[in-house]
């Protein structure tokens, strides 16, 4: 059910209408780090972000891609987790950065493509980081990698200040 669930998210993320409002990054990043910090209370995870930054978003949606980045850096990573926000010219960057092994430079191409795992033999289906691209296409964003190994790896979502194409 869950597999199948992940599937039906990646497949409209793009399409599903968006439920936008003005989204408060500090409050939405303090959340995540605090759910990430539920469910990994051995792992330090902070959340920094420029004082008063807001997105137009669905926040639902935004918090789901960052859970998901989020859950990566818990399951992939080692180390402190770090969310910051910062303004970038006319867009949002959103950055999610471990101290792990990092990811080799091959794989980086691949991963936000459906069923992609970086790590064989782990837990999950390959679709987190896809489902994140959607979600960031249909706010008009984009997400990336920047990643070496033995210096740990900062997935980074950017997102215009204005309303999102998709809403």
Do not use: C
Not at 73 to 102: F, N, Q, Y
């Amino acid at each position: 059910a869950g597999l199948v669930d992940n599937l039906l998210a990646v497949s409209t993320a793009d399409a599903a209408p968006l439920v936008s409002s003005s989204v408060d990054l500090g409050t939405l990043l303090g959340d995540v780090a605090a759910d990430l910090r539920a469910g990994a209370p051995d792992r330090s995870v902070s959340a920094v972000v420029e004082p008063g930054l807001s997105v137009t978003a669905d926040a639902s949606r935004l918090q789901q891609a960052l859970l998901a980045l989020g859950t990566n850096a818990v399951r992939h990573g080692a180390g402190p987790i770090r969310l910051t926000a910062k303004a970038d010219a006319g867009d949002v960057r959103i950055e999610v950065s471990d101290a792990g092994g990092g990811i080799p430079e091959a794989e980086q191409a691949a991963i936000f493509e459906p069923f992609h795992r970086a790590s064989p033999g782990t837990r999950g289906s390959g679709l987190g980081l896809p489902l994140v691209a959607a979600i960031a296409r249909a706010h008009g964003g984009r997400v990336g990698v920047r990643s070496a190994p033995g210096a740990g790896t900062t997935f980074w979502l950017t997102l215009p200040r204005g309303t999102p194409s998709g809403g």
